[in-house]
């Protein structure tokens, strides 16, 4: 099969999809590498290095999108990515389709198969997006305490407090990959943390795990209104696999928090878990509503890119390497967490939580692998 590698182009974003050890692998299994110039550079991969393993550099992104058989991204395709993609390629990124309508009737349109990293799940695990979760779950408290200090906006508040002076609140919601992360970095910098979820398994794991200023708080919406009137920072890391976020910070409920506070919406890839979240970059990460200060960057992993792309790779490589194998619909039979990874088919959503975010029919991937 031959492998297509472009350069990622959404704002800010200086991950890469492969690494030389990726090439070699593919490159082994007797598959084409093409890479466009440059590709690898924001993550501190030379061209050369690629080349070294057997890929061949392509000057444009057009020329890898128009011989690929199979592209590899990082991030969901922008306007011009889209446009270049054609029927049947098989397209392996982030896609995020649940709150962006757009891509998804433009995937569609295109009669690709889109395989989305974020639902690739091998027991209950989302494999692909834990790196990432991980990265954007520590990053995101140290955004929390960074917009704290006055000189930004924030409450000027110290996060681990000082000798006889209260630390900050962290307040957490959701417990997962990207919460407990978030959780850990607070507790590490002397916040008092308190994480919500409603999953009580998981809340008493947390409970075992995390440090002693670290609480578990069962998530329900008179729990939540109470919490965020006294949380100087909340961090959004809630999610529902595949699934537009649920909004459980309403406009109204900004009204009970202090001038300053910070929202750091880590699941804004998904739609956000505040009402009132928009998508941000990394040049220009925040705004304020009503005095309390968002910070929504879509893609937070890509601020160390160095970092995020060998811990992106490491965990999609091998999915990678079984399509490219035996092609995706042999993958997919063979393998239920490349199956779960499908999004879109042909011209069909086969992704039950994307087709209802959308209201577009929904068609099993049974039923599309049968045919
Ligand atoms: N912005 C970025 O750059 C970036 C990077 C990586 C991941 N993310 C996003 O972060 C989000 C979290 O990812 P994750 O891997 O940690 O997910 P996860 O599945 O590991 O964790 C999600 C948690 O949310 C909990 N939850 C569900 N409904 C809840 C509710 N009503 N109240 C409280 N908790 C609830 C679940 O029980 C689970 O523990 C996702 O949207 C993911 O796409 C964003």
């Known amino acids: 099969m031959i492998i297509g590698v472009p350069r990622e182009v959404k704002s800010d974003e200086n991950r890469v999809s492969i690494t ?59 306007q011009q990515e889209i446009e270049m993609l054609h029927q049947g390629q098989i397209l392996c990124t982030f896609l995020h389709l649940a709150p962006d309508k757009h891509l998804t009737a433009g995937l ?42 006055s000189a930004h ?7 681990g407090g000082v000798a006889g002076v ?22 590490g910098l002397g916040a008092k943390v308190a994480v919500m979820d409603i999953d009580l398994e998981r809340m008493r794991y947390l409970e075992d795990v995390l ?28 999610l529902i696999p595949g699934a537009k976020t649920p909004k459980l910070v309403t406009r109204e409920m900004l009204g009970v928090m202090k001038q300053g506070t910070v929202i750091v919406d880590v699941s ?48 999609t490589l091998p999915f990678a390497l079984e399509i490219a194998g035996s092609g995706w619909k042999k993958a997919a039979l063979r393998s239920s967490a490349i199956a779960m990874g499908v999004n879109i088919a042909e011209g069909r959503v086969v992704y039950q939580h994307v087709a209802e975010a959308h209201a577009l029919p929904y068609v099993p991937i049974e039923e599309v692998l049968r045919i």
């Open 20 to 78: 030389p050890a990726g090439v070699h692998e593919f490159v082994k299994s007797r598959h084409e590498v093409i890479i466009e110039k440059g590709a690898g550079l924001g993550s501190g991969i030379l061209d050369a290095e690629y080349e070294s393993e057997g890929a061949r550099l392509k000057r444009s992104a057009g020329e890898i999108y128009k011989n690929a058989e199979m592209i590899i991204k990082v991030k969901e395709p922008q």
């Open 108 to 149: 569609l349109d295109k009669g690709i198969i889109g395989i989305a990293y974020e639902t690739i799940e091998v027991d209950g695990k989302l494999v692909c997006l834990e790196p990432m979760s991980e990265i954007a779950g520590k990053i995101s408290s140290l955004m929390g305490a960074y917009y704290l200090s």
């Open 153 to 159: 906006g924030g409450k000027g508040i110290l996060a």
């Open 166 to 187: 209260h630390s900050a609140n962290f307040l957490v919601l959701g417990g997962g990959t990207a919460g407990i992360n978030a959780a850990k970095v607070a507790a």
């Open 211 to 238: 440090p002693k200023n670290c609480e578990t708080i069962m998530s329900n919406k008179i729990n939540i209104e109470f919490e965020i009137a006294r949380a100087d920072v909340i961090i959004g890391t809630v």
């Open 268 to 315: 804004i890839d998904q739609g956000g878990c505040a009402e009132t979240s928009r998508p941000t970059t990394h040049s220009n990460p925040v705004y304020d509503v009503g005095g309390v200060i968002h910070y929504c960057v879509t893609n937070m992993p890509a601020a160390y890119p160095r970092s995020s792309t060998f811990a992106l790779t490491n965990a």
